[in-house]
């Protein structure tokens, strides 16, 4: 036997090593018997036991867990051990029932049968798990880790474009979004707070100017168009379980304008496979609704009354995404109302005198998942 005195100082690696052997059904005589005499004689030591044999058996339980739910009913392992059976790792080195009691707090079952059911669970448990038994935590960690991302693959959101106008080009008056990664349309800017409105999001916002764009013939329009092309191109993988849902939201403002006047906000988005070669191919898909929903994959619009005392509103869009749309297509509008009732679809292009829009986001989500 080993005679230390209450308390003394071993090296952990050593306690360490025996209850590790113990665990794993591997220790001899000799050393439970090493064991047993530094459980006696030292309360740190007794304390880093239970606390050791507390980790063995969590981890035991967890990876039992997660095991059973990674393996087929045929490859699972069996471990012998009905529920709770796990409690079997409180069957310790005969310690002298005063200590048992003392450390753990009830009688200990040291038969011999005991002893054998846990050594067979731990050699049968790891055996079947693999070879490294010093890497159990971490390929817990990295399973559930995995599990984890693929929960959260399955009930994401996937956010694909956000733009509150705080950078970037100004939109283009070209009449289509002829630019890459930019804005184009009818005439619009970029512009920072005025006194009578300030931006939903950030320092900056859209304000839109005009109902027609550069070399429009005739300079006709009661609604102004802004679009931007997204690529989806990136997300093919999302898209090929056909189920995708694009969703589009926008906030369009106004100052305050007078009770006969009427203004509306529109949101579109359109699924297109491939795109228009050129800006007369744009300008033909875009020229009228029906171009653009004949020529797209899908479509989608709504449109809302602006208020005159909201100075806000917020308007979004959901679609369907065909499996083959490779580009979204999606337009921030605002009509003037009373222009179209006085003139008819084809009034002198407006000119709008406070009417924005900020703070535009594109997402997608699988169909399937529940918010």
Known sequence: MIDHPKDSSVPKSTLTELIDQYCFGSIDEVGLEQLQQLLR?????????????????ALHEVADSLVSDLLSD??????????GQVASLSVWPSLGEGVEHAVFGSPVERSQAAKLSINRLNRNFFSRIGAAVSGLLLGIILTTAIWAATASARTRVLN??????????????SGSPMEPDAWGGDHAKIVEALPSIQPANGKR???????????KDPPTGH????YRVIDLQGHT???????????????????PFDESQLFHAKLTMYA?????????AWHVLIRAPVHLAEGSLASASRRQELSSDITWQQLSLEMRLPSEARYLLIGLHVADGYAARKHGSSPPAVE????????VRVTLRRASDRD
Request: aromatic share 8%; glycine share 6%; hydrophobic share 40%.
């Open 160 to 173: 694909i474009f956000h733009d509150s106008f705080e950078s970037g080009p100004s939109p283009v008056a």
């Open 272 to 280: 297109l496979a491939k795109l228009p070669a050129d800006e007369a």
């Open 74 to 83: 045929t490859d699972r392992l069996d471990l012998q051990s009905p529920p």
């Open 41 to 57: 004689d030292s309360r740190a030591h007794r304390d880093q036991f239970r606390q050791e044999m507390q980790l063995h058996a």
């Open 223 to 226: 609604m102004g168009d802004v």
């Open 205 to 215: 916002m859209l304000r839109f100017l005009r109902a027609d764009y550069v070399g």
């Open 352 to 359: 709008f005198e406070g009417q924005f829009a900020d703070d």
């Open 237 to 255: 993988s999302e898209l090929s379980h056909g189920d995708t849902l694009a969703a589009v939201e926008a906030a369009f403002g106004s100052v």
